[in-house]
């Protein structure tokens, strides 16, 4: 009767690879930028200042538009003491160090309260959801994330939060960026 030895040959196999696969399983990688989930970023000179990188954070909270409606129109009803505060967008710049998001080293931010339209961006309601767009004009130096290394490449991503008038947030992250920054042709045309 060879079932036994079989059965036994195959247990010890199996708790051979439970071995291995219980002492790689507590490695851990590196955290790194998390994956496009909304957001698009876009990096170009900006026109008014070249010393400058101008930034548009843009995407869709994919819902019903009248729930976008009706996040906007709550949006700030936690202002009061003691609440979470106005709802509105909040962007985040990040460079990619190896920490994850949200240990990574963030080099622009900014709060953005309410349902705004203005030459700079908005927070709207529109037949996809809620839809965000907020540039910023940046120094190209805070793109020079690597601490000044020359020859060494940078990454960046854009973050970008929504807080309802609850407190509660749904985020979004953009896809990474990769470039010489320091370099002077870096984004001459659209970097995406």
């Known amino acids: 009767m060879r079932t036994p030895k079989t059965i036994a040959a195959l247990m010890g196999g199996a708790a051979t690879i439970a071995a291995v696969v219980g002492m790689t399983a ?17 990096v170009y000179e900006d026109p008014k200042n070249p010393s400058n990188y101008r930034v548009s954070i843009k995407g869709v909270f994919p819902m019903q538009q009248p729930d976008a409606v009706g996040f906007l129109v ?8 003691g609440g979470p505060g106005p709802g509105g967008m909040i962007y985040h710049l990040e460079a990619d160090d ?20 203005d ?4 927070l709207k309601a529109g037949p996809d959801g809620l839809e965000y767009l907020r540039e910023l004009s940046i120094p190209k130096g805070k793109f020079n994330e690597d601490d000044g ?3 060494e490449e940078d ?7 929504f807080r309802d008038g609850d407190g509660g947030h749904r985020t979004h992250f953009s896809q990474k960026i990769v470039r010489y920054f320091e370099a002077p042709e870096a ?3 659209v970097c995406t």
């Open 26 to 42: 507590g490695l851990a990688p590196a955290a790194a930028a998390p994956a496009q989930s909304g957001a698009t970023l876009y």
């Open 74 to 81: 709550h949006v700030n009803d936690g202002n009061h003491p």
């Open 98 to 117: 190896g920490n994850g998001w949200p240990n990574d080293q963030s080099f622009a931010n900014g709060f953005f309260p309410g349902a705004q339209v």
């Open 119 to 122: 030459a700079e961006g908005y």
């Open 149 to 151: 290394a020359f020859n």
């Open 155 to 161: 990454e960046v991503y854009a973050v970008a939060e």
């Open 187 to 189: 984004c001459k045309g």
